[in-house]
Structure formats: structure tokens, C-alpha cells
């Protein structure tokens, strides 16, 4: 009986395929996946920054484990799918306030960050995605300096 119940709230909850969903107008999957595209915009996805990634988004988004990994597949798959950036900035100008279009600009940096090397397509990828976004440079700027300094000495180049 009580593993009956428990599949039944997980069906509920989960879906058949224990898939979690996001809805297309997410904010979670928009920012989930202009993080992905920028882990990605170089061409190598480096480990520590699929690590921060995930930490990131189970953080900010207070997901477990397994719900992260569900966003990351479908900000992926979405990511895969998007002709520009601007498909995801809509979604976040519409639906997060100021601070957290700041935020997201702020977990960019540290995606970039975390394999201690600023790739110029990474920092071209936030400079788009933050006028998008309605951030000014200044704002951006002053995110990037913040997030570097946490960075271990010399763990900046390019």
C-alpha cells in the first residue's frame, strides 16, 4: 500500500519517465540554458565548469540532484535547438527582477571563471546575454570583478 502511494505522488510529481519538467517559459530553464550555452561556447566543456554548473543551479534554484540533473538535460536540449540568445533573455526579462537578471549575469562569470581561464567568446557570450538582459556594463563589469577575485591568483587568462 505505501509503495503504491509513493509511486503514485511520484507519478504525480515526476511524470511517468521520473522526468522533472520544465516549461518552455521557465526562468530556471532560460537561465539554465544560456549557463549551458556558455560552458559550451568554447568548444570544450571543461570538467570544473559542468561542476560549477551543476552547483550553480542546484543552489540558486534549491533543486536536488536529481531535478538538476533534469535541467541541465533539457537547457541542453534547448540550448541545441536555439537559433540566438534572445529565445531565453525574453523569458528571464519577462519573468526575474532586476537582482536576479543581475544574478544571472554574476553565475555567468563564475561559470567562466571556473576553469580559471576567460575565454573571449565566454566574455563576448555575457556581454550579449547582459544588454539583453537590461544590465548595464557598468553592473556587468563590476559582477566580473567581483567573481575574479575569488579566483586563486594567476587563475585569470586571456
Given at each position: 500500500?505505501?509503495?503504491?502511494?509513493?509511486?503514485?505522488?511520484?507519478?504525480?510529481?515526476?511524470?511517468?519517465?521520473?522526468?522533472?519538467?520544465?516549461?518552455?517559459?521557465?526562468?530556471?530553464?532560460?537561465?539554465?540554458?544560456?549557463?549551458?550555452?556558455?560552458?559550451?561556447?568554447?568548444?570544450?566543456?571543461?570538467?570544473?565548469?559542468?561542476?560549477?554548473?551543476?552547483?550553480?543551479?542546484?543552489?540558486?534554484?534549491?533543486?536536488?540532484?536529481?531535478?538538476?540533473?533534469?535541467?541541465?538535460?533539457?537547457?541542453?536540449?534547448?540550448?541545441?535547438?536555439?537559433?540566438?540568445?534572445?529565445?531565453?533573455?525574453?523569458?528571464?526579462?519577462?519573468?526575474?527582477?532586476?537582482?536576479?537578471?543581475?544574478?544571472?549575469?554574476?553565475?555567468?562569470?563564475?561559470?567562466?571563471?571556473?576553469?580559471?581561464?576567460?575565454?573571449?567568446?565566454?566574455?563576448?557570450?555575457?556581454?550579449?546575454?547582459?544588454?539583453?538582459?537590461?544590465?548595464?556594463?557598468?553592473?556587468?563589469?563590476?559582477?566580473?570583478?567581483?567573481?575574479?577575485?575569488?579566483?586563486?591568483?594567476?587563475?585569470?587568462t586571456g
Amino acid at each position: 500500500m505505501l509503495t503504491a502511494l509513493k509511486h503514485f505522488i511520484q507519478e504525480l510529481t515526476l511524470g511517468e519517465s521520473d522526468r522533472v519538467e520544465f516549461a518552455e517559459d521557465d526562468k530556471r530553464l532560460a537561465a539554465a540554458a544560456l549557463l549551458f550555452h556558455l560552458v559550451d561556447v568554447d568548444g570544450i566543456v571543461d570538467e570544473s565548469e559542468s561542476r560549477k554548473l551543476k552547483q550553480i543551479l542546484k543552489d540558486h534554484f534549491q533543486l536536488t540532484d536529481h531535478e538538476t540533473g533534469e535541467l541541465i538535460k533539457a537547457a541542453k536540449l534547448r540550448d541545441s535547438e536555439a537559433v540566438d540568445l534572445y529565445g531565453f533573455t525574453s523569458v528571464l526579462k519577462r519573468t526575474a527582477d532586476e537582482q536576479e537578471r543581475l544574478a544571472i549575469v554574476e553565475m555567468m562569470w563564475e561559470i567562466v571563471y571556473a576553469d580559471g581561464h576567460v575565454h573571449e567568446f565566454e566574455d563576448n557570450t555575457i556581454w550579449r546575454v547582459a544588454e539583453l538582459l537590461g544590465i548595464s556594463t557598468r553592473d556587468r563589469m563590476l559582477l566580473r570583478q567581483k567573481v575574479a577575485r575569488t579566483v586563486p591568483e594567476g587563475g585569470e587568462t586571456g
